[in-house]
Nanobody
Framework: QVQLVESGGGLAQPGGSLRLSCAAS????????MDWYRQAPGKQRELVAA???????NYADSVKGRFTVSRDNAKNTVYLQMNALKPEDTAVYYC??????????????WGQGTQVTVSS
């Protein structure tokens, strides 16, 4: 069974930090692009960070310089370090794994999400 389980969410004050984890099972993340998305109430789900198989990273402008995505293939886990948190970072954060191989249907797996709330 393919599964992604996020953890590490919770309540933080503005300017604080949280570290999210995404533990994968049933597949090996080393062959996948790993993404973090978030969705706030009334808003569309947005991509906030991505890390490629080769370790290249990309970030939404809104989090650049504050968030860092990393992967530990040996632990089959991806992380999102969130610093200098702002109230507008409040959302449910989702882990995503995806890959596209020639002649195959795109693989696209999602976790259940973890709530991040930033408030004074």
């Amino acid at each position: 069974q393919v599964q992604l389980v996020e953890s590490g969410g919770g309540l933080a004050q503005p300017g604080g930090s949280l570290r999210l984890s995404c533990a994968a099972s049933g597949f090996t993340i080393s062959s996948y692009v790993m993404d973090w998305y978030r969705q706030a109430p009334g808003k569309q789900r947005e991509l906030v960070a991505a890390i490629t198989v080769g370790g290249n990273t990309n970030y939404a402008d809104s989090v650049k310089g504050r968030f860092t995505v990393s992967r530990d293939n040996a632990k089959n886990t991806v992380y999102l370090q969130m610093n200098a948190l702002k109230p507008e970072d409040t959302a449910v954060y989702y882990c995503n794994a995806n890959r596209q191989r020639i002649g195959a249907v795109r693989a696209d797996y999602w976790g259940q999400g973890t709530q991040v709330t930033v408030s004074s």
